[in-house]
């Protein structure tokens, strides 16, 4: 930053200690205002989140060994594409998860397709853009989507197309995911599953304390149509692929 005549201005020194009296009244318009009007009517949708461990250790082990054969020629694979891959292999035997409600109509659209909204952080806001039949593609090809649609959205030149019909949606904050995290459902659709971060805990295995790497998953689904037992057992669904990564490759 340079002040007036060019020069390198020199940071404000604050007075520790010292009173601060400044106000600063910032108008929410544009998009920030679109994503404020969205969120409000999201949330006037009944919540309830579930939240569950998961043992990532083979997981990540596995991901390690990809990264490091087919990371120069496919790209490096980060944990979403796995969980992109659980979700299409769940949702045939929990198809309500997988859907969007009109409560207007008072209807429920089930979809056989799996169009993975990926929530994103932008300059303009929190954007979604979504990677269409999620089914029909392999780990680095739900990567390199992801990665082409966050740049398009990051950059602003996402289309309103890839800014729209998800029909289940992924939020992760990466690096700073946290323990626990209430996530907000994308309306109109009625699941979101939250990703935190992996952390290395001690755990007990056959009678002996070993370090393993754990993951929580905190997902909300819209408590008007999606049943707390089916949404328990949805989550307990990816769970399992998560643990057990060999079954992703299994139909």
């Known amino acids: 930053m340079r002040d007036a005549a060019g020069g390198v201005a020199k940071p404000a020194i604050v007075q520790r200690y010292a009173e601060r009296d400044g106000q600063h009244a910032i108008p929410v318009i544009g998009m920030r205002r679109q994503i404020a009007q969205h969120m409000q009517a999201s949330l006037r949708i009944p919540h309830f989140t579930y939240v569950e461990e998961v043992d990532v250790t083979e997981l990540e082990e596995l991901r390690a060994k990809l990264n490091e054969r087919f990371a120069a020629t496919r790209g490096r694979l980060t944990v979403l594409p796995?969980?992109?891959?659980?979700?299409?292999?769940?949702?045939?035997?929990?198809?309500?998860?997988?859907?969007?409600?009109?409560d207007e109509k008072g209807i429920v659209t089930r979809f056989e397709g799996v169009h993975l909204g990926i929530a994103t952080q932008t300059n303009a806001g929190l954007m979604v853009p979504v990677v269409r039949h999620a089914e029909a593609r392999d780990l680095w090809g739900c990567a390199s989507?992801?990665?082409?649609?966050?740049?398009?959205?990051?950059?602003?030149?996402?289309?309103?197309?890839e800014l729209s019909g998800s029909t289940i949606t992924i939020?992760?904050?990466?690096?700073l995911g946290g323990i626990v995290t209430t996530p907000v459902i994308n309306a109109p659709e009625v699941a979101i599953i939250g990703v935190n971060r992996i952390v290395e805990r001690p755990m007990m295995r056959a009678g002996a304390v070993v370090p393993r790497r754990l993951m929580n998953l905190s997902s909300s689904f819209d408590h008007r149509v999606i049943d707390g037992q089916h949404a328990a057992e949805f989550v307990q669904a990816l769970r399992g692929y998560l643990e057990c990564a060999a079954l992703l490759f299994v139909e």
């Open 145 to 161: 989507e992801v990665g082409r649609l966050a740049e398009a959205a990051r950059a602003g030149k996402a289309t309103r197309d």
């Open 171 to 175: 939020t992760s904050l990466g690096p």
């Open 82 to 102: 796995f969980l992109m891959r659980a979700i299409v292999l769940a949702v045939p035997a929990f198809p309500q998860m997988n859907a969007r409600f009109d």
